[in-house]
């Protein structure tokens, strides 16, 4: 059974940084990716960005690009978000997701597995 396991987040001054993990098990797949999402009150979820677990193809929304990372690191079967240059609209809950197939990477509707979520708040 796949599991993601959220940690990170809380509330940071604008301009600051966080950095968001999400520990992957049960994953048996051979080349899945990781993505990560976020949904403000009143609004619609967000795809914010993904990276393949080869990190072969990656994915960084406008919203965020040059600020936010997806990284990984294999021996601990983790996926990080590290956010940097963070804005109040940035404030959201954050959610990270497994899609089985890199492949389809941009493909919202394949990320079947889903964290808890954890919530950022970015202010002053």
């Known amino acids: 059974q796949v599991q993601l396991v959220q940690s990170g987040g809380g509330f940071v001054q604008p301009g600051g940084s966080l950095r968001l993990s999400c520990a992957v098990s049960?994953?048996?797949?051979?080349?899945?990716?990781v993505g990560w999402f976020r949904q403000a009150p009143g609004k619609e979820r967000e795809f914010v960005a993904a990276?393949?677990?080869?990190?072969?193809?990656?994915y960084h929304a406008n919203s965020i690009k040059g600020r936010f990372t997806v990284s990984r690191d294999s021996a601990k079967s983790a996926v990080y978000l590290q956010m940097n240059g963070l804005k109040p609209e940035d404030s959201a809950v954050y959610y990270c997701?497994?899609?089985?197939?890199?492949?389809?990477?941009?493909?919202?509707?394949?990320?079947?597995?889903w964290g808890q979520g954890t919530q950022v708040t970015v202010s002053s």
């Open positions: 997701a497994a899609n089985p197939d890199s492949t389809w990477l941009l493909d919202i509707t394949r990320y079947a597995y």
């Open positions: 049960g994953a048996t797949f051979n080349n899945y990716a």
């Open positions: 990276r393949s677990w080869s990190g072969d193809s990656s």
